[in-house]
């Protein structure tokens, strides 16, 4: 039985005094934190299970063994027996994986089992492991007879291998870590056998400062992942395992590489160590791969891939006989998730889900559904199954949505991603009928929310709060889940049931009708005032000796300033000039150019058009350069509702509708374009207000 000391002392302290520890007063006694304490839990449940034994709560959380005292006596007996370790198998291939990249080239098979205190026997399963997991990286570790073994790639490949190999098998461990040290712990040995406490601390601290600053907000597991990628970025390079400098004058221009440049750089002042160009350029990959939190952070920018997303899902709404196409969440979603996603398969970075195996056999006419729409619509992209799983969970969670009203509210604190999270939320709607109200937090809002108005907390991960009581679940919430869940609301509903009568239900439900009136009013008038605004200010421009694209835009924009549109015409000039240093505007297949930009000096959505006699080239979405005949417009204010981002996601994934469409918006017809957005307009309304 393989156990370490802390599950060994925790059974022999439940068993001794059953009912009186608790997660609290276990983590008190053995002094590590409740978060670690609900870790060992998990596996000590497995433990227990193999002995027919199951570990239950008391009604005051109190832990307990339950079973036939035979089986329970079996227990203790096999305890008495066993010598518990403090490694695990995971951690032994960390051990192992480091030390082939760190000391190698080469090593004996006999060395290298001695070193790591294991048998050749053993030795050699992990190194097959370790080969297919390698194998992923275009990494080859080959065994020969008088040579020993040997692990051949670059530097490059190396880094993501033994990054992904901590996110996938530690990430719980790192996220503790860095709590521990964000509260000022003292840590003295590297975290997991490999980080340096300084060096994950400064990272987490810089990178921290630079993306609030700059106003990114990662999806968690890709924040980690990041911190991660620069810490072993920062101890390779020190060690003097340097990266192949590459000439990537493209990458050097864009937003990205100037903030990783500008956190490389304060790193290198506090940490005394020297990056380089090469470094720098490998992190922003790892960057710009990275996932943004709030799906409300895309807006209208990847027309082409908008598209190709909303193909996808009327292919699978038609294979499922269920129409998605008019919801805008799922196309949200999609956009967010699928633009990174689709940059890192194309830099081969590595995409991995835990959960691909198990959204298969649970969702498998879905999962099959996507694969086959994806295929079709992205001809140039493979998608693997793991991130196919992802998307598949997106879908799921559009299927699940349209639940009957409850009682209870809940907070899922949900890291896995924006689909996951959703699907978990709606699955939890589904089975507990009990439930009304499901609200989404990363952990980094968990932290800061206010948890008073939530009757259950429900987390896919073990939190690093030891204040807080909370329910561990799958996030495809299993049948076990969902009975946890119940018992602990039966447990629990006197307290949540007074809770609400003080609140004064009955008139809560009176004004939560009124509240839905008047949020349907405001979203008519805001959905009437954008299309007013759009039609109101729409026109077409005829440039027939344009010096340049930009004077065409700078024109446009100081009319707007005339017309009451735009305070600042320097300030929006300039957004929408670095909006195109970012990538390509011009759409492909088409003469048309998409300038667009989001500002606090524009008063009021605005879609206009440029018509050029004499074409101007400018870099397409493709990355190549293209002529442009049809210059179109578009700008908002910074801060726009989720009606007014319908809005002008509609306009921008229609220019490429189909031909007749990239005809009309490609032409100089004012009256035909004028006519294309009214009936755009009046389809939305009918198929997504009303319908509402």
Known sequence: MFITSREKAIIELIVKTSGKHTVHSLSAYLNVSGRTIQRNLKSIEGILAQHQLQLKRTPNDGLFIEGKNENIYRLIQHLAESSPTDETPEERKLNLLITLLHE???FKQQVLAHQLGISVTTLAAHLDELADWLDKFSITLTRKRGVGVELVADEASKRHALASFFLVYFYEDIIESLYLLQKGDAI???????FKPDCLSAVYQIVDQHLAKAQLNLVDSDYIGLVVHICLTIQRTANDFLMTETNDVENQYTNEYRLMKEMCRELEERLSVNMTDGDINELTVILKGSKIQDPNAVYYDSIFLGHLIKKVVKDVSEKLNVDLTDDFSLFQGLLAHMGPSIFRLQQQMELFNPLTDEIKEKYPVLFLAVKKSLETEFKDVHFPEAEVAYIVLHFGSALLMNEEKVKIDAVVVCPTGIGASKMLASRI????????????????DFRSADLSSYDIVISTVRLPFTDVDYILVNPLLSEKDIGIIQDYLQNNVEKITRKKYLKGAPRESGGKERTEVRGLLKEIK?????????????????????????????????????????????????QLVEREEKGGLGIPNTHMGLFHCRDANVQKLVFQAAHLDKPCVIKGMDGKDQEIRSLLLMIAPENLSTREQEILSLISTSLIENHVSMMIFSSSNESMIYKKLEDLFLDYLQNNLIKD
Do not use: C, T
């Open 104 to 106: 190698g080239p080469s």
């Open 188 to 194: 003295e040995q590297p975290v997991l056998g490999y």
């Open 429 to 444: 709607q589904k089975e507990l009928k009990m439930i009304s109200n499901v609200d989404i937090f990363s952990i980094s």
């Open 526 to 574: 805001e959905v009437h005032a954008s299309i007013e605004s759009i039609l109101d200010h729409f026109r077409v421009y005829r440039k027939p000796s344009a010096e340049s694209h930009l004077h065409v835009l700078e024109e446009m924009v100081h009319q707007a300033e005339a017309d009451g549109l735009v305070k600042n015409p320097d300030a929006v000039m300039g």
